[in-house]
């Protein structure tokens, strides 16, 4: 006899499915939370939004004119772990250079991101190939840049010598972290612009035995390391050389940089420089102000001529100290001209009529001057300065120069033309001013380098900065979001689920 079944009661059969599909829901409500967890980290850079408040994706001109220059693909691996200080501002930097390169219609840049806690069969193999973690890896064809985090950051060593020089490129000061100042645009713009260059790195034949500053120093005011690394990211390879005994300066000298010279040449020393710019040298001079050389009267035959006098400006930082702000029309000053060079006591520089005749003369260009205020300094050792008509020489000065010869020579003749930049002093370049972000020595220096070596792709500086609005969790916000996935929710629908029964009930 078939049992009756009281109106509200749940049959057995139907009790045993209720807790079956019970448990089952709880089930796929746990499995379908840790998957929306799992989810969500994976997706971090898609559901992260950063809004731009100020042109913050934007790229300097140096960069947009390495990027046109660039066919084909680059892929870019970003190895480093999304949780890293400086993940989203190099996720940022390389959707800007990603969006850079379609604006201009040159390189088309890949960006994959291998995060070392999820990606590793990835993370093992790029550590297998001696790749570190926290770089950026640039490959195109067969060829293959590395950028570490060490490269897009200046070293705190520079940044502690900086503090105590007053600059605001500290940890704690404007435009600076707790990591140091991050230059992410510089060293991803020489990474693509090195592997359109051939496989070989160019020679930067660093000149010693006249007194010139060392390429090796590390002091942290005075030395010159950080530009020689900042040429070694530009793809150059920088070589010592001594002239005494040697031929002819060597072949594969992609420019040869005089930094700083303080004694004199010998004539044999001369004439292998001379012999050098005739047959298409490339070479860059950085004067010590009142140091007789002898390399004068080869710049004079070129069109710049060496003044004795010592640049002043009203425009100073320090009072002892030049700010230059008016650029040339040059390819090398292209994109600079809403900057500052910072100068100690640079030597003032003119054009002159070469002694080169002929069509074909050197095209002198004069790079950076003062206002129409600056003016040379025939007696710069006395303070105040004040400008005398009688012996000083009315402004406005040039603190740098170019001169070059063979340009207008037709594209598919075979012949280098010689190029020649001498800029007023050396000490612009050492390590406490290049710390700074509040100037553009470095930019304008490795724009003429680049110049000079053959890569017209002027420059400016990267201004960077934070005003963007990012919008999504941190891993305070991960930690919630796990939690109310995990608990949160089943709790809730158990909670209505109470609601309900009791509501029948009564």
Request: charged share 20%.
């Amino acid at each position: 006899m078939k049992k009756e079944i009281k109106r509200g009661e749940i049959p057995a059969s139907g009790r045993k499915a209720l807790r079956i599909t019970t448990v089952l829901s709880v089930v796929f409500g746990v499995v379908f939370s840790f998957l929306f967890v799992v989810l969500a980290f994976r997706l971090n850079e898609v559901l992260t939004w950063e809004i731009p408040v100020n042109r913050v994706l934007r790229v300097s001109e140096r960069t947009r004119g390495v990027l046109a220059e660039t066919q084909g693909t680059i892929r870019v691996t970003c190895f480093m772990d999304r949780r890293h200080l400086m993940f989203r501002p190099i996720s940022r930097l390389l959707r800007g250079l990603r969006h850079a390169a379609r604006t201009v219609a040159g390189a088309e840049i890949q960006i994959d991101y291998v995060d070392p806690r999820w990606d590793l069969p990835r993370a093992t193999r790029l550590a297998g190939q001696g790749i570190p973690e926290n770089a950026l890896v640039f490959s195109r064809q067969r060829r293959r840049v590395v950028v570490t985090l060490d490269d897009m950051l200046t070293p705190k060593s520079v940044l502690r010598a900086a503090e105590r020089n007053g600059s605001d490129a500290t940890p704690s000061g404007r435009g600076g972290n707790i990591l140091g100042v991050f230059r992410g645009e510089t060293a991803c713009a020489a990474a693509i612009a090195r592997l359109s260059l051939p496989a070989e790195r160019m020679a930067a034949y660093w000149l010693q035995g006249h007194g010139e500053a060392p390429f090796g120093d590390y002091n942290e005011r005075t030395g010159f390391s950080d530009i020689t690394r900042e040429l070694v990211r530009g793809g150059f390879e920088v070589k010592p050389l001594l002239l005494p005994g040697k031929k002819e300066i060597p072949s594969d000298c992609g420019v040869l940089l005089i930094v700083g010279a303080r004694n004199s040449f010998a004539k044999e020393e001369l004439r292998l420089l001379e012999v050098f710019l005739r047959r298409g040298g490339r070479m860059l001079c950085l004067l010590t102000p009142g140091a007789g050389t002898g390399l004068e009267g080869i710049f004079e035959q070129w069109g710049i001529r060496v003044t004795p006098y010592i640049g002043v400006s009203p425009a100073t930082l320090t009072g002892r100290d030049v700010v230059a702000t008016v650029f040339g029309d040059h390819v090398i000053s292209r994109g600079l001209a809403s900057s500052s060079v910072i100068f100690g006591a640079p030597a003032c520089l003119q054009a002159v009529e070469s002694a080169s005749g002929g069509e074909d003369r050197p095209k002198v260009s004069l790079l950076l001057q003062t206002g129409a205020d600056g003016w040379g300094e025939s007696t710069p050792a006395g303070v105040p300065r004040t400008f005398d008509p009688a012996a000083d020489l009315a402004g406005p000065v040039a603190f740098a120069a170019v001169s070059e010869q063979g340009a207008n020579v037709a594209k598919d003749v075979v012949f280098r033309p010689t190029r020649l930049c001498v800029i007023g002093e050396s000490d612009f370049l050492t390590n406490g001013l290049l710390a700074s972000r509040a100037n553009a020595n470095r930019d304008f220096f490795m724009n003429a380098v680049s110049w000079i070596a053959g890569i017209d792709t002027g420059s400016a500086p990267s201004l960077g900065g934070d005003a963007v609005l990012v919008t999504g969790l941190t891993r305070k916000g991960w930690i919630g979001l796990m939690a109310a996935a995990a608990a949160g929710l089943p709790a809730l629908v158990f909670l209505l689920f109470l609601a309900v029964a009791l509501k029948r009930r009564g």
